[in-house]
């Protein structure tokens, strides 16, 4: 395998060209909760994973200590509303004895409802905040055939008449008169307001608070467009025949009769059905493609104010006053549909408000390619720079050389070998670096043509993340080989019971709860201690593990301990798409992957080489073992 040295003020300058991202903290599980987080929806819904995600980022950094499970309720839609108390019942039969948590953090309007729905006296004690939640609830259905046309009253949470009180949390503040208010200043002749809502608890709630508070309007009829007794298309038909001077008011739109889901696109094909139809959204639902506007809550990412909450209520006695937050509410209009309508807004008489989709000025317009153009030139200038810096060390080093033809001989080596060293690192850095770079700047153009969801500029947000994150990664990855390469790297050994660090380090995998696969842990011994570089070895085991997860889909990842006289071997095997044999040794090579469209650095194995040799250890790729990849390496017994 070759060599090369790196200069570490290259790569240092290199970092602060293309550090924009602080990697996100990974969400750590463990079977005691102090914290219960109940999910509404599954792990991978972008609005709960985000708070989630933020929520342990910021509790962490805050130093909190407090054990935390997250489990998930995988709620959909309204029809199966009747099944979510007892899938809450199963959740807290697990936790609220033997595990009972200090704190319950519930993420979702269905989480809540059936949290509030339980009749266990054991829960009184337990502090609740939540997130996600809106002020008006109703309470659930008791069969799926009630839940199609179940007519309940709307419930204020803020009257404090729920079952356990909330110490804290955000709930959204949905104002129908807000909204009316708004329709008779612009459109004054409406006659009828016809109100969207889906096959969603939180639409079929909006829809009981929307039918109460219309009540109190006699002059305007309510025309109710229920989800759950419509599809997409359904829904079409009776927009066209709505009656005139009707203004139609959203109030939730991703799930139909059928449990279908819709996103954006379902907006267009509604608004197709009836263009002259005045739209106004109550929960920004169609906002950005249909809607002309409305007042609206202000939707974020509150995991980390949700964090410090939860913080908060740990430290303070039971007593101590704390009450949830209302979101706050701000009126916000769609510039193009406002002026494809010609709509004047001085009737609203100064009131604040907000556009989006309005045109941005040249410097707003223009300002990620400014920066893209000045980080590219300075990675120019670095790049010049440093090839001056090998070009002026190679002159000084032939200048100082003796005359002599052995020495001149090995001068031009060194030269030469300088120079080769320095185009491959350019060659494959220069690789590496372009591709998230161009996802980047390409996302960020992306962004600036307007015209998107918040959703969707979040979605292309999180891909800037992403390879930010795996830019910052890739010059961490080479700032390791730097230093390991060097002769200032010092190992800290310390006794640790091996067999029971393997099977904690398995415990902890921020990736095994998300991942297909099936890990285990496989040892003839009950306990080993021994003296080893704990940190060195557990970054060895978890990038082996990490690339096994990667390349095998549902199927078993195993970690192996054994011991002999002089070395403890560690082992992980995996059922995966294996290393092919002639590529055993090229494996380790800085740069390498198997497979192109894999993420990652191409750097970990050589990383992992590096460590393992550096204490006096050795690793290689099991050729004997044919289910998979088995990759083997030992640890020296240190007396």
């Not at 082996?544 to 082992?571: M, Y």
């Not at 798409?577 to 992957?593: A, L, M, N, S, T």
């Amino acid at each position: 395998m070759a060599k090369f040295s790196i200069n570490k003020q290259y790569l240092l300058s290199l970092a602060l060209v293309f550090l924009l991202v602080h990697p996100a903290s990974a969400v750590f599980a463990a079977a005691r909760p102090n914290i219960l987080i109940i999910n509404s929806y599954n792990a991978d819904a972008q609005g709960t994973s985000n708070n989630i995600s933020e929520f342990m980022d910021e509790y962490r950094r805050l130093g909190g200590t407090e054990n935390v499970v997250i489990e998930n309720m995988n709620c959909q839609s309204f029809q199966e509303s009747p099944k979510w108390k007892g899938r809450m019942q199963a959740i807290l039969d697990k936790y609220i004895h033997s595990l009972r948590p200090r704190l319950i953090v519930l993420v979702g309007q269905e989480a809540f409802i059936s949290y509030q729905s339980q009749e266990n006296p054991l829960l009184k004690d337990i502090p609740v905040i939540c997130g996600m939640v809106s002020r008006r609830i109703i309470d659930l259905p008791v069969d799926s055939a009630r839940a199609a046309n179940w007519q309940p009253r709307s419930i204020d949470v803020s009257d404090g008449k729920v079952r356990y009180p909330i110490r804290g949390g955000y709930l959204y503040n949905y104002d129908v008169d807000a909204n009316i208010s708004l329709i008779r200043k612009l459109y004054p002749q409406t006659k009828n307001i016809a109100f969207l809502s889906d096959n969603s608890y939180g639409g079929v709630a909006l829809q009981a608070y929307v039918r109460q508070e219309m009540t109190k309007y006699e002059d305007l009829r309510l025309i109710q467009l229920d989800g759950r007794h419509h599809t997409l298309y359904t829904i079409v038909d009776e927009l066209r025949s709505l009656p005139p001077h009707t203004v139609l008011l959203i109030g939730a739109w991703k799930i139909d009769a059928k449990g279908e889901f819709f996103m954006r696109n379902a907006s267009y094909v509604m608004m197709d059905a009836n263009p002259e139809l005045p739209v106004f959204t109550l929960s920004n639902a169609g906002f950005g493609s249909w809607a002309l506007g409305g007042v609206m809550p202000t939707y974020f990412i509150f995991g980390r104010s949700l964090a410090r909450e939860a913080v908060e209520v740990l430290e303070k006695p039971k007593n101590y006053d704390m009450k949830a937050n209302f979101v706050e509410n701000q009126m916000m209009f769609d510039y193009i549909r406002v002026n494809d309508r010609k709509l004047s807004l001085n009737v609203l008489n100064g009131n604040d408000y907000r556009f989006i989709n309005k045109p941005l000025t040249l410097y707003e317009q223009y300002k990620y390619h400014l920066w893209a153009f000045v980080a590219f030139l300075l990675f120019l200038v670095i790049g010049f720079i440093s090839s001056l810096w090998f070009f002026l060390r190679t002159k000084k080093l032939k200048d100082s050389l003796e005359v002599s033809e052995q020495e001149l001989r090995v001068a031009k080596e060194a030269a030469e070998e300088a120079s080769r060293l320095k185009s491959s690192f350019l060659a494959n850095i220069s690789h590496e670096i372009r591709t998230p770079l161009n996802a980047i700047v390409g996302f960020s153009e992306v962004l600036l043509g307007g015209g998107y969801t918040p959703e969707e500029q979040k979605q292309y947000m999180s891909i800037i993340q992403r390879n930010s994150d795996l830019l910052l990664k890739l010059i961490n990855d080479i700032i390791e080989v730097s230093t390991l390469e060097s002769e200032n790297v010092e190992f800290k050994y310390q006794e640790c019971d091996v067999v029971e660090f393997c099977k904690q380090l398995l415990l902890s995998l921020n990736f095994a709860d998300s991942s297909e696969n099936h890990f285990r842990f496989a040892s003839s011994l009950e306990s080993y201690v021994a003296k080893v570089e704990v940190q060195y070895l557990q970054q060895v085991i978890l990038n082996l593990l990490s690339n096994a997860d990667k390349f095998t889909k549902q199927g078993t990842i195993t970690l192996e301990v054994s011991v002999n006289e002089s070395f403890i071997e560690f082992a992980v095997s995996d059922t995966g798409c294996g290393i092919p044999h002639e590529k055993h040794q090229v494996v380790f090579e800085r740069f390498i992957k198997l497979n192109d469209f894999a993420q990652g650095t191409g750097l970990g194995l050589s990383i992992c080489k590096l460590i393992i040799q550096k204490w006096g250890g050795e690793i290689w790729v099991d050729p004997a073992y044919s289910k998979g990849a088995r990759f083997v390496f030992t640890h020296p017994i240190v007396k």
